[in-house]
């Protein structure tokens, strides 16, 4: 039954044998199979998001299994909850694809799924979705979030004073891409750079620990560092100083494969994306959650600038339009 295609099974037998292999969490009091799923809430108040990966623009096939983009989709959606400082609860999951995809790519892009809930909302689980052709695989992931009483962490909140910290890695993801696009038994040890590119690991949990702790700003690392601290200060109307000194564990992970590749450790850091690492401001007399590593200062000095020590740094990095 697997080996057949979208085309010789048809849409119902298809997503009969791909719902099947997801599992139900408990808030769920109406699941896939209706017009609209029903989800219990502690609160009258829950965030969205919404994500798309199309391919060739966001992924590539030869890289990426249907397992790993499951995994992916689930990862990079729960971090934009998390850095809301809510709980991720709920998944609704759009794929369009060639008719002449296997079966067995779709029930491994729904073990891929389970995969990325276990692993960073074993709280929620997919509560529908829909199932479409396309001439490429296009995947797109809503996922609500539960704030269990609290205010959302908005990007705007950030004040004078303020330490920004980072959870999560920097710099990993944007490694992995470019040993990828390397490919040769040269770039081999540095599988785990590559893994954190295909099934990135955001501290979904230290999201919510953020805003318990009274974090007064906060947004997942999507695009880089560099461009999501500028969004930040904008949004704040702030100006942020990231100290190079901070950074500095972070490139030593990177800095054996960077030499491999003849690029810069400190530009991956800065300027790669999709770690899906939250980056947040607490006020300086508060304790920070563990999980967070303070990396500089929100300043009143310039127009939502981004500093790195003392010079201004230009806000590059992905862009989801120009690539």
Do not use: C, Y
């Amino acid at each position: 039954m697997l080996d057949k295609t979208l085309a010789e099974l048809g849409e119902s037998e298809s997503l009969r044998l791909t719902i099947g292999r997801l599992s139900s969490a408990m808030n769920v009091l109406v699941g896939p199979g209706d017009d609209a799923a029903v989800v219990k809430l502690s609160q009258e108040s829950f965030v969205v998001t919404t994500d798309t990966m199309v391919e060739n623009h966001d992924f590539r096939l030869d890289w990426s299994s249907g397992f790993d983009l499951g995994f992916k989709a689930v990862a990079s959606n729960v971090a934009d909850v998390a850095a809301m400082g809510a709980k991720p609860v709920a998944l609704v999951v759009s794929i369009a694809l060639p008719k002449n995809t296997k079966i067995s790519w779709l029930t491994d892009f729904a073990d891929g799924l389970n995969a990325g809930i276990s692993a960073f909302a074993p709280e929620a689980s997919v509560v529908g979705g829909d199932l479409a052709h396309a001439e490429q695989v296009f995947i797109s992931v809503t996922a609500h979030g539960d704030l269990n009483g609290l205010t959302p962490v908005l990007r705007s909140g950030a004040n004078i004073g303020d330490v920004v910290a980072v959870a999560g890695t920097l710099g990993k993801a944007a490694a992995g891409l470019d040993l990828l696009f390397r490919a040769d038994s040269a770039t081999s040890a540095f599988d785990d750079l590559v893994s954190v590119q295909l099934r990135p690991q955001p501290p979904v949990t230290a999201g919510v620990l953020a805003n318990q702790a009274g974090a007064t700003a906060m947004l997942d690392i999507s695009d880089s560092l560099i461009k999501d601290a500028t969004r930040l200060a904008r949004a704040s109307e702030v100006s942020i100083r990231i100290d190079s000194t901070q950074l500095q564990g972070f490139e030593a992970v990177l800095d054996q494969a960077a030499q491999r590749l003849g690029v810069s450790a400190l530009d991956w850091v800065l300027f790669g994306g999709e770690d899906h690492s939250l980056l947040a401001t607490f006020p300086s007399a508060s304790p920070i959650p563990k999980e967070f590593k303070p990396i500089g200062t929100v300043l009143g000095l310039g127009s939502a600038s981004v500093f790195l020590d003392d010079q201004p740094v230009e806000d590059k990095g992905w862009d989801s339009i120009r690539g």
